[in-house]
């Protein structure tokens, strides 16, 4: 992992994603979050304040240790006990059913295998869990979608392999049974940076 992971872009990812209007997105996405919870990509920490009283269980996994201070800070400031591992989100070392709740914010857009990681948590969430997610992605606008599409290159450099074009729901909907999706651009952000989702996907029982 490069020095710019590992030392810079914490502090750019901690700087854009701190924001008091998208910790009110947090809060709204957590507040339904229960039982056993896995978090996939918890980065600096920054949905730690806004979890829920009384969950059961909270795991946290992260693949960039540079995010690990500030994570750690967050921890210890939340009064949570946190299992966090330093690992990626597409090879999860969990038992199938081990959760029943899966929390990823502004993650897939930067998982090598967003399928495969999706898979992952599928297959670690028991029958009927919920995956909870708030991404950025593609936007519904072709002209927007065009000029993502040119900037990923450049994002993925600055971003740390972010990529803007990913189509969030039908990524979720490949692995999971979406209960609700809200899509919405976030303000004071470019569109082609700021085309949000946030929603709530169940695993169907078989």
């Not at 972010?162 to 976030?186: G, I, N, T």
Request: net charge positive.
């Amino acid at each position: 992992m490069s020095f710019y992971s590992r030392r810079i872009f914490p502090f750019l990812l901690d700087l854009t994603l701190g924001r008091k209007e998208i910790g009110v997105l947090r809060e709204e996405l957590l507040s339904g979050v229960k039982g056993r919870v896995l978090e996939v990509g918890i980065g600096s920490g920054l949905n730690l304040p806004h979890y829920p009283v009384g969950l059961r269980s909270l795991t946290a996994v992260d693949v960039n240790p540079g995010m690990r201070r500030k994570a750690l800070k967050r921890m210890k400031a939340s009064g949570l006990d946190v299992d966090y591992r330093i690992l990626s989100g597409e090879r999860l070392p969990f038992e199938d059913a081990s959760f029943d709740s899966v929390v990823m914010t502004f993650t897939l857009c930067s998982l090598p295998d967003a399928e495969g990681a999706l898979e992952e948590m599928r297959r670690v969430l028991r029958a009927g869990g919920r995956l909870y997610f708030l991404e950025h992605g593609l936007s519904e606008e072709p002209r927007v979608a065009r000029w993502q599409r040119r900037l990923n290159p450049i994002q993925k450099m600055l971003g740390d392999g972010c990529h803007l074009d990913r189509d969030v729901l039908s990524l979720v909907k490949a692995a999971f049974h979406p209960l609700e999706c809200r899509k919405f651009y976030f303000e004071n952000v470019p569109k082609t940076h700021g085309y949000f989702y946030q929603g709530v996907a169940e695993k169907a029982a078989i």
